[in-house]
């Protein structure tokens, strides 16, 4: 019995192990560490304790990563199956819960944990290199090993009851973003208000969850990473600290939880199949005063139309977004009179400006990744190039569709400064006419058109994917940007106070986002002519 539950895992291991990407990988991440070490033993005579900023580097690194493949890797574990209707299938040839779990997931816990491997080797030099010790080596990696079984299995569960991939790294994202952000304040809050509250009721309540809030404080991977990294970690002093902490043993408990759970609710969450047909927003069309919500007639331009409430959410979603926003408005003035016992509108006004940023930058990412997948996974492109229209009309048409739902974003922007109307016009006079305020704009340009052009080649986690490019070219890019530097640093007298720099790099990442937008079009044409 065992060895038929642990067949699938078995073979999906020995295919993965042979697969030429998962061979390149292990190599790349070798290729990092390495390259990692090179700048860290070339910087070491302007910087202190390169080794600890090498193992901090890659610690961090490790954790972005990890929690990137919760939204791409782990999450489509089982919602592939689902969504290429192949799920009743396995069932149907007599493949145990059981087995589907293990061979599905377990195979890429195991296949993480094994490029997490094979860095540990060559992190262990920099402890030749100073400032880190190999107690703290030990935990850092035990603690990693924790959080990849933890966002394996949450990605698991959420995988199990999405319908979709999309629903699954949504569910990933919103629980990751709970534990990481929820506790920290409310131990903040529960701090405060028991050294200074006046009201009885207040201090009870804040006694009641502190210590709730710090014990989930203690199982974040980000707290015993801080923690690992103090010095008074290292073994030289008169209490060694012990590898296996709160945060270790909490997350394999909750790891092996959540696979129980996803184990339980299987058969009741794939026991009816899904309808192979693309996701569309919510209809309020039937609901008589609602109506406005719904999509309606096509508009003289139907492919904004289209892309606007069938990508983009159309007017539902933009209706949920306009009262999140001001929610989110509403808990920034709460606060703000919280914590700084007075309202001021024009710092409410800038926290909603910055707020509305985020928000839309965050907006454009996950629109990036949509905009020609959707397209894709539904074979629909091939339909629509055949409209007498060019190439760039549908793309940019396409675009504008999904353009028109950062509406609500627009119009709490606009509310802040209304509120602060000072910071917009600082914002326009100082920071818009800097140089490297334009680095930063085609920085975040080019990461658009990476995500976009991602999605046209993989059929989940084109996103995360892109993010992780970015970070390792920030990293390479800056490794080697700053050697350069020290190279020949007694002869850039003339680039002045480094706006010939910015220009350089403006220009650089222009250059970028014009090849980027060759590469899309000719990715799309070779689709269409499939």
Known sequence: MIGSTVALLTRSLRIDSRLLRHQLLQLFFVFVVYMSLVYAHLAMDYLGAPGLMLFQSMAWMNLVFITLAGLGFFASAITEEKEEDTLGLLKMAGVRPASLLLGKSTSRLITAGVLLSLQFPFTLLAITLGGVSIEQVLAVYLSLLAYIALVANLALFWSVYSHRTSGAATG?????????????????????????????????????????????????????????????????????????????????????????????????????????????????NRLGAMRLFGAGRAWSLPLVWKDFHF??????????????????????????????????????????????????????????????????RWSTWQTLTMLPKSMPELVYTKVAGCLFTLGPALFYMGLGAMMYPAGMADFFDNIVTESWFWVMLFVYGFFLHLTALLSLYVKWGALPLAIGLMIFGYIFFGMAVSLVFMLISPSLSWFGDGDVIAVLFAIFFLGLNIAMEFAIGMRLRQLAAR
């Open 172 to 284: 990933v994202f919103f629980t990751l973003l709970m534990f990481f952000v929820v506790p920290p304040l409310v131990e903040e809050w529960c701090q405060s208000t028991i050294l200074n509250s006046a009201i009885g009721w207040e201090r009870d309540v804040a006694n009641f969850f502190h210590p709730i809030s710090e014990w989930l404080y203690s199982t974040s991977i980000v707290t015993r990473t801080i923690e690992i990294m103090r010095t008074t970690f290292a073994a030289t002093t008169t209490t060694p600290k012990s590898p296996f902490g709160v945060q270790v043993v909490s997350n394999f408990g909750a790891a092996a939880f959540l696979f129980a759970m996803s184990w339980l609710m299987f058969e009741r969450c794939t026991r009816n199949g899904t309808t192979a047909a693309p996701a569309r927003a919510v209809s309020l």
């Open 311 to 376: 990508i983009a959410g159309g007017f539902t979603m933009a209706a949920v977004k306009f009262v999140f926003y001001g929610l989110l408005v509403g808990l920034f003035a709460y606060l703000q009179e919280r914590w700084n016992y007075r309202f001021d509108i024009e710092d409410l006004g800038e926290a909603t400006m910055v707020a509305m940023y985020i928000a839309g930058g965050i907006e454009l990412s996950l629109l990036a990744g949509r905009v020609f997948q959707t397209e894709l």
